[in-house]
């Protein structure tokens, strides 16, 4: 049974720091492009960052740039998004999700049809 599973969430103050993990069992996520999305109370569920099978080329959304960024981790099977200087606007329900890749088609167009249950990430003082 193909699973994503997310963790890592919580209540962090402005300006401080999360690190969200996505593991996988039943695949190998290497083999994947993966989505970091986010979803907040009223508004559509939204990709802000991910990294493709191809090299491990990713990409953020512009809210984002320069604050967020997702590695993997190959040996534990593992996608990370590292987020810092955290802002109550990124409060939300973060899912991580898994795509089949096609060639030459960057990850923020990814097609995701494998998802995980969400975290949430709540930045408030």
């Known amino acids: 049974q193909l699973q994503l599973v997310e963790s890592g969430g919580g209540l962090v103050q402005p300006g401080g720091s999360l690190r969200l993990s996505c593991t996988a069992s039943g695949f190998t996520l290497d083999y994947y492009d993966i989505g970091w999305f986010r979803q907040a109370p009223g508004k559509e569920r939204k990709l802000v960052s991910c990294i493709s099978s191809n090299g491990g080329v990713t990409d953020s959304e512009e809210s984002v740039r320069g604050r967020f960024a997702t590695s993997r981790d190959i040996a534990k099977n593992t996608v990370t998004l590292q987020m810092n200087s955290l802002k109550p606007e990124d409060t939300a329900v973060y899912y991580c999700?898994?795509?089949?890749?096609?060639?030459?088609?960057?990850?923020?167009?990814?097609?995701?049809?494998?998802w995980g249950q969400g975290t949430q990430v709540t930045v408030s003082s």
């Open positions: 999700a898994a795509g089949s890749p096609a060639l030459f088609r960057p990850c923020r167009l990814g097609n995701y049809n494998y």
